[in-house]
């Protein structure tokens, strides 16, 4: 079965600029998260969505945004790029969100703003 | 609320001697709890994890972490480091229906030939 992946792996963009990341989960699993991971701030959780609903969101501001579509693909999108925006990004997905949420993680959309 | 705090940001052992990576968590409900592991430039490898069955959880690559309720801890420990071990490892705790799950900040796990 294939892992979960993104695209694209490396991006750079300038600032003021917008970015779509792509991520599609494991075949089945209808639940995908997005993190941002930075040497400063560790990983912190961007948002959840299952079953096309955005069920869970952190404390990031509203240029960060996403969506899910009926094949549990998901999109996340960042507009009015700033250089603190530069990162990591992860998406994982699960099965679904019940008990025991184990995660599995794509590879990442590494992200530079310039 | 929940939260995880990962004791030691770097850790650095000899080849073949033990590892001990501390974990403390805080969650007001049952947690599940997980080791990641991170190796440069990869996504995050699920190492093992609670999930309220056994509280010795043994994952791969000979990894093991201890659930004690009583002491809020998850430590995740291997009797004998290889140098394939050097990574970054996070402990993270989730609880049922959340779909988040929230990261310790890490640790660096370096070993010494």
């Known amino acids: 079965k294939a892992g979960v992946t993104q695209t694209p792996r490396y991006l750079i963009k300038t600032r003021g600029q917008q970015v779509t990341l792509s991520c599609s989960p494991i075949s089945g699993h209808r639940s995908v998260s997005w993190y941002q991971q930075t040497p400063g701030q560790g990983l912190q959780f961007l948002f959840e969505?299952?079953?096309?609903?955005?069920?869970n969101k952190g404390n990031f501001p509203g240029r960060f945004s996403g969506r899910q579509f009926s094949n549990s693909r998901s999109e996340m999108n960042v507009s009015t790029l700033e250089l603190g925006d530069s990162a990591l990004y992860l998406c994982?997905?699960?099965?679904?969100?019940?008990?025991?949420?184990?995660?599995?993680f794509g590879p990442g959309t590494r992200l530079t703003v310039l | 609320a929940q939260s995880v705090t990962q004791l030691d940001s770097h850790v650095s052992v000899s080849e073949g001697t033990p590892v001990l990576l501390r974990c403390n968590y805080s969650s007001s409900y049952s947690p599940s709890l997980f080791w990641y592991v991170q190796h440069p430039n990869k996504g995050l490898q699920l190492l093992l994890k609670y999930t309220s069955a056994a509280t010795l959880v043994k994952g791969i690559n000979g990894f093991e972490a201890e659930f004690k309720k009583s002491e809020t801890s998850f430590h995740l420990t291997k009797p004998s480091a290889h140098m394939s071990d050097a990574a970054e490892y996070f402990c993270?705790?989730?609880?049922?229906?959340?779909?988040?799950?929230?990261f310790g900040d890490g640790t660096t796990l370096t070993v010494k030939p």
């Open positions: 969505y299952f079953s096309e609903t955005q069920r």
């Open positions: 993270v705790v989730s609880y049922t229906n959340a779909g988040k799950s929230t």
């Open positions: 994982a997905s699960s099965l679904y969100r019940g008990e025991y949420n184990e995660q599995f």
